[in-house]
DNA sequence: GTCTATAGAAAGATAGAC
DNA sequence: GTCTATCTTTCTATAGAC
């Protein structure tokens, strides 16, 4: 064997990477085998040692994104749970994340794409959801019932969904400030809403 | 000429209701112009005398859904602004529209898909979504800020082209029931909010 | 495991008859 | 304007050398 497992691993690792990134940005039929493969640094041909095809590197590229630390997050240390969900918010639902320069969240970047995919993708996909729900749920629970969660999710997928496919910047902006003011307010209104 | 003008702009609307009804159910690069031309009734190469290319077919679609009239949308006649806001909400957010049963809004099913392509797809795209956030937006002036209209739109859209994407119907459920709450409390409390 | 080369299929676009 | 036939390109997936 001269490779190691470890190695493989690795090269696994690489392309999943290159997957997620570039299946994000540009949605699963734009990227091909090749281009995939190029950007992890291989060749075409050395990626059936690793994937049986191109819709299982599609899934587990989206599951891929639950190991990996998605730049807008806050992190953890100092906030409270409401200021938290605040840092959330902005990251979310600003240009840089529309624009891409920080990290890109599938959520969002691929609600539509993955609907017309197999169950493995949809799969991957509602188990990132979950995830995501769940974390803003629990977050959420002290001030605003649990199972808002689900509309500012959705609001926040929605909001970014939408800004990338408008081709006017001032209507992208007036977008996500909209959604930015509603999601504080769900957040601060919540309390007074049993 | 052996065909009227006036046959040739029927074909033409055939292959846009065609267009509008496939591409937004499957996206842009699932459709092949085969099936679009076969689901209007013609053959291949007869595309070519209506468009110069599958692109712009993709973003003469998405235009033409204005010129159709959404079974989503209540009938103006008898209903006041409020109450008209709360049916599209329901219309809209509902198990009906995730599925297909009704017709398909394009804002919605082509969020993502969009992103991807040509500056006319998304300025198509635009045209629209600025058409239903004003349309929103002026129903929501008597009792909520103007602004509003585009986190309730983008909470609409996301909502729907996520439910569209997961795999679960319990989270589904969830997710458009969390929504159409929402919603209506943004309405409802909007004039506590001046 | 990764490489190059290639088979095989699919689909966008064009040509020419009617 | 619409048809059938075809050119051409692109891409997934496989074969075989190293």
Redesign the pocket.
């Known amino acids: 064997m001269?490779?190691s497992?470890d190695?493989?691993q690795q090269?696994r690792e690489k392309i999943l990477d290159s997957a997620l990134y570039l299946f994000t940005r540009h949605g699963y039929d734009s990227i091909?085998?090749?281009q995939l493969?190029k950007h992890a640094g291989?060749?075409?041909?050395?990626f059936?040692?690793?994937f049986a095809?191109?819709s299982e590197v599609y899934a587990e590229a989206i599951l891929a994104a639950l190991q990996r630390r998605p730049e807008m997050m806050p992190a953890d240390d100092n906030l409270n749970d409401k200021d938290w969900l605040k840092q959330l918010f902005f990251n979310y639902l600003s240009h840089e994340h529309v624009n891409e320069k920080s990290s890109a969240c599938p959520l969002a970047f691929l609600a539509t794409d993955v609907a017309n995919r197999d169950p493995a993708a949809r799969d991957a996909y509602t188990e990132v959801y979950k995830q995501l729900s769940r974390l803003i749920g629990d977050k959420l629970m002290p001030h605003a019932d649990h199972r808002s969660a689900f509309a500012i999710t959705a609001m926040m997928i929605g909001g970014v969904a939408l800004c990338r496919a408008l081709s006017e910047t001032k209507t992208s902006e007036q977008v996500l400030d909209s959604c930015r003011q509603t999601a504080l307010r769900l957040l601060e209104e919540s309390g007074t809403n049993p």
């Open positions: 001269p490779y497992s190695h493989k090269s091909t085998i090749d493969m291989l060749t075409r041909g050395a059936y040692a690793h095809n191109k």
